[in-house]
């Protein structure tokens, strides 16, 4: 998967109850990177004594029930001087993952399934995030693929790298036993406070215009390619066909074919087959609609070309969100003899609460009071996102406000909005 970090230098570690200071791979960390750890009030003591003199800072958590995740995290960023652009979130929670993740801090999960909501790093467990952030401290991760630094004008982009890890069990994610799902990287929407700032986001939305915007996704989706082949032998490498509406083919194109020639085990490069899976009816733009309806959206909308297929065809799509659109594409290959496919998303859209007119929102649960529970964002400088009523801003009427997973759960419940888990109720 990618790993997007800036210059690291910095890192605030919430490490389970229990974990003991000096034993296991903390000194490691904070030998290369300062880091603050939050700690529990009762296990403030051991970590004070065994953070003396080091680069290291503890907080007190005993009222975190209080202080939200990202409350902490500023609390430590101003502790350490650090930026957030120069620093990772180390937590092993998802819970707190998704309240993180809002922020600009570059996120590790540690021991969960990454895909769910996805981090920068994965690591499987405290040991391994250590390994895996002084790799990408000092550029030495395993099969580095661009840094895209500088690559993109001025600004703060210029502070992104792009790195490729393999990191074990992350991918490819098995959806009904034919179907695997690959992500390269994530893409947030324009309602996210990273969507800016977001080296690969940037280059995706970019994509849509003008094909060399994707030039550095080749050498990386090249080496997934090679990657891929190396796990199962590809037939045929394709994408999501354009609609038919649609003049000349779309710049993903280019990248794929560059991908594909790029793509150095086999000589000559792997075959590309953009005219495999054909579009054969418009369909809505599937942003406008929720889970289920984009699954109807596009049932039936593509069609194979004649001839025999490959057993293992991988197909490419530049922003995943839902999935339905390739889970449709990838099912209408293996109606037609294919046996497996391989899909792999440039960029998977990491707000799980999709801008859409066509899902519901949680009631308020005031009394008499009509408003809707609604993700929210604070305006920078501020980070974060939080569940609050949507009268809030329209004239401050009601001022609710709900937990972070309190919200993404009443919401989900709703909604049945677990992307992922939309994708397992697709029979294969
Ligand atoms: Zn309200």
Redo the contacts with the bound molecule.
């Keep these: 998967m990618f790993v997007e970090v800036n210059d690291l230098h910095y890192a605030v570690i919430h490490p389970p109850a229990g974990a003991l200071p000096n034993c296991g791979p903390w000194n490691d960390l904070v030998d290369d990177l300062a880091c603050a750890f939050l700690v529990g009030q009762e296990e403030l003591p051991r970590w004070e004594a065994w953070a003396h003199g080091r680069t290291c800072c503890v907080l007190p958590t005993s009222l975190d029930f209080l202080i939200p995740v990202k409350g902490n995290i500023r609390y430590a960023l101003e502790h350490l001087e650090a930026q957030p652009y120069e620093s990772a979130y180390v937590c092993f929670d998802e819970d707190e993952l998704r309240e993180a993740i809002s922020t600009r801090l570059g996120t590790v999960l540690v021991g969960r399934d990454p895909l769910r909501i996805m981090p920068d790093i994965v690591a499987d467990d405290a040991a391994d995030a250590v390994t895996v952030l002084q790799a990408a401290t000092n550029g030495t991760a395993w099969g580095f693929a661009a840094e895209l630094s500088g690559s993109v004008g001025h600004g703060p982009r210029r502070q992104h790298l792009f790195i490729l890890t393999e990191a074990p069990g992350v991918v490819p994610y098995d959806i009904g036993g034919r179907v695997q799902i690959t992500i390269m990287g994530r893409y947030f929407s324009a309602s996210d406070t990273r969507h800016g700032k977001h080296q690969p986001t940037y280059r995706l939305q970019r994509l849509k215009e003008m094909a060399h915007f994707g030039r550095p996704f080749v050498d990386a989706l090249a080496m997934v390619l090679e990657i891929t082949d190396g796990r199962q032998r590809v037939g045929c490498v394709t994408c999501v066909p354009a609609r038919p509406a649609r003049i000349g083919p779309p710049p993903l194109f280019e990248v794929v074919e560059q991908a594909c020639r790029h793509a150095a085990n086999r000589n000559g490069g792997l075959p590309f087959r953009p005219e495999l899976l054909r579009c054969i009816r418009d369909y809505q733009p599937q942003k406008e609609l929720s889970g289920v309806a984009r699954r109807q959206n596009v049932q039936g909308a593509f069609s194979v070309a004649e001839g025999r297929l490959p057993e293992h065809v991988v197909l490419v799509d530049d922003i995943i969100t839902t999935g339905s659109t390739v889970v449709e594409c990838a099912r209408t290959l293996i109606a037609a003899g294919t046996r497996s496919v391989t899909v792999v998303g440039l960029g998977r859209t990491q707000s799980c609460i999709p801008q859409s007119s066509s899902v519901e929102a949680p009631?308020?649960?005031?009394r008499g009071?009509?408003?809707?529970?609604t993700m929210r964002l604070n305006k920078p400088p501020r980070d974060g996102a939080f569940w609050?009523?949507?009268?809030?801003t329209e004239g401050g009427?009601?001022?609710?406000i709900t937990s972070w997973p309190d919200g993404i759960r009443a919401y989900n419940t709703l909604n049945r909005r677990d992307a992922i888990e939309d994708w397992l109720d697709v029979p294969f």
Excluded: D
Excluded at 388 to 392: A, I, L, Q
């Design positions: 009631g308020c649960g005031r009071c009509p408003g809707q529970l609050g009523c949507s009268e809030f009427r009601c001022a609710a």
